[in-house]
């Protein structure tokens, strides 16, 4: 694809979401290894580990398109003390062409036992700051004094909340990273930004096939007003509990294949790769996901933790 008809394509996609006049949210980022990273979405999966779990994540999104969405993810939580409480701090950085977006959040959550001494419901509070930048100077404009052509920064709160009922084996989510639908205006009131509220829904059962062999399913639903729902589907195998081989399906966007490998008790690797099936599969040749999970007091009865999630 030559670089004139990409930047024409870009262009196009940067005037639809940002310069309309009534601009409708974005959608929140998007990960293929939610089932890894939950408390990104899910306050209340803070602590619930049951260990001090550090958690990196660069995804690199339609590799070939200009200005296409690179997002990094670094996350930290851990149990405090016996009072079932857990505590993390989450950062989420956004590249999207001329814009920038940087969301800085504080999970506080709090576990009490349900139904039996095996099931467990944690409350989940999330906490922070939204920074976004629009930097038009990025962009080859053909008029510059174009007033709906205005860089910005803005600034609002987040404040989030979460449900994560589970056990051992399987685990359910409800939560909302953010709340608060806040509109941003230009000085004359040319345009509107719109942060919409997103709901998100995950689940995932561990079936154990064999001693070596487990097969866990998961999946993520999230809405947001104004674009459609969005369904993830994924399959993994974890053999030996070490490594980890599966797929993924996103409704109506793309197909990824899944790779994760425990190092070690305290460091875990993964891998995924997103094949567009939209129509956009033309101008790129995919995306790519990696992590890196480091983990303090990851051993439990004197064996290597099970947890599958």
């Known amino acids: ?78 149990p405090i003390g016996l009072r079932r409480v857990g505590l993390g701090i989450n950062f989420i950085s956004d590249r999207i062409g001329p814009s920038t977006e940087d969301v800085l959040t504080a999970d506080f959550s709090y576990t009490i036992p349900v139904f039996n001494a095996d099931t467990k419901l944690s409350f989940g509070l999330k906490a922070g700051i939204n920074m976004f930048n629009l930097d038009i100077n990025k962009l080859d404009t053909e008029n510059p004094n174009d007033v709906n052509l205005v860089s910005r920064s803005l600034t609002s709160p987040v404040v989030g909340v979460g449900l994560y009922l589970h056990s051992q084996k399987w685990y359910f989510g409800l939560s909302t990273p953010n709340m608060l639908e806040t509109e941003h205006f230009d000085e004359i009131a040319v345009s509107t930004a719109t942060e919409k509220m997103h709901l998100y829904a995950i689940g995932g059962y561990v079936f154990d096939l ?33 490594l980890t081989l599966g797929a993924s399906y996103r409704l109506d966007a793309a197909v990824g294949a899944l790779a994760g490998f425990r ?17 956009l599969t033309r101008y790129n040749s995919g995306s790519h996901e990696i992590f890196l999970r480091f983990e303090l007091g990851t051993r439990v009865r004197n064996r290597v933790n099970p947890r599958f999630f």
């Open 1 to 78: 694809m030559s670089t004139p008809i990409k930047k024409t394509l870009f262009l196009l996609l940067v005037g639809i979401v940002f310069f309309l006049q009534d601009a409708r949210g974005q959608q929140d980022s998007q990960y293929s290894q939610y089932m890894y990273n939950t408390v990104s979405v899910n306050p209340a999966y803070a602590g619930n580990r049951g260990m001090l779990s550090t958690f990196g994540l660069y995804r690199n999104q339609w590799v070939g398109l200009d200005g296409a969405p690179e997002t990094l993810n670094f996350s930290v939580n851990s």
């Open 210 to 242: 064999n001693q070596d062999l487990k097969f866990k399913p998961a999946f993520m639903l999230k809405a947001v007003s104004g674009a459609p729902l969005a369904v993830d589907i994924s399959a993994n195998f974890q053999f030996y509990e070490r």
């Open 263 to 279: 190092i070690s008790d305290q460091i875990m690797v993964g891998y995924a790769y997103d094949y567009d099936t939209t129509p």
